[in-house]
């Protein structure tokens, strides 16, 4: 059985398997007090209830029918690069009709949880989980998330990741999510922990939708240290736009505080050894 929310689903057990280490406490300090950060952490529990309620309201209404099957832009032509350098950025990640789609429906603010009040590295709003290939929210609700979520999940695509990473590793996606950034919101460099469940970690982020680029818009850079003054790779283009990685990797990940007026619209797909 599926919920309608995303609270009782929190992904603790992934949580506390993939850490982010080695980070700068000045920069978690910054990000914990901008004002816009700050704000949304002490209404935390009023914007959860909000949401919860919305949520809720919407169950009353009939669901809409959608049969979302995206298709992508091949992307394993990358794969020396990805092999030299540990990451790899692609644009025009789905095709375009399919990426009009996604930002069409988008899922809305009920949907993800709000910076919570002890967030200081990661203050983005996050939500419908999906963990093992096992959904926790009602797809039915957010059909077109969920066609992307299949998407990962398809064996052609988990094919093309193996093609990719030219190990022979067959790989399944662990951990699925979408993320809304906005003004203040950041992430601290750090590396991902390492553990000995989870291996051959590859991330894509995928970025969907944003009304700026790079540094002033959530483009997470690759970088040499855990502040923010040896980047080696900062996206540009933020819509329908994807960042490999390998999760392992000595290389850091982050981005900076997003400016005034800006947002990010992400997807989050982490992949492991299947
Ligand atoms: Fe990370």
Known sequence: MVNSGTDKFAPVKWRALAMALDMDPKICSEMFSHPNILWRRKTYLIRRVIRRGLREFEGLRARTTINFQPQ???????????????????????????????????????????????????????????????????????????????????????????????????RMPYHLLV??????????????????????????????????????AGGTAILKSNDFTKPIFIPFNLNNSCLFYYSESELFHGFPMIKFGKYRKNVIAHFCAS
Not at 82 to 102: A, C, K, P
Not at 195 to 211: A, G, H, P, Q, T
Request: some cysteine; hydrophobic content about 30%.
């Open 72 to 170: 992508w832009n091949s992307f394993a032509e990358n794969s020396v690069a990805l092999d030299r350098d540990g990451y790899v950025f692609v644009e025009n990640f789905l095709t375009d009709s399919d990426f009009e789609i996604l930002k069409d429906n988008w899922p809305k603010n009920r949907y993800f949880t709000p910076v919570t009040p002890n967030e200081d590295h990661k203050t983005s709003d996050k939500g419908l989980y999906c963990q093992h290939e096992k959904p926790g929210f009602d797809v039915g609700r957010n059909p077109v998330i969920y066609g992307l979520y299949k998407m990962f999940m398809s064996k052609n695509f988990r094919d093309e990741v193996t093609v990719l990473c030219g190990d022979d590793v067959a």
């Open 179 to 216: 993320q809304n950034s906005f003004w203040g919101s950041g992430l601290a460099p750090h590396r991902d922990s390492h553990d000995d469940v989870l291996k051959s970690k590859i991330n894509f982020i995928y970025f969907v939708e944003s009304n700026g680029s790079g540094w002033d």
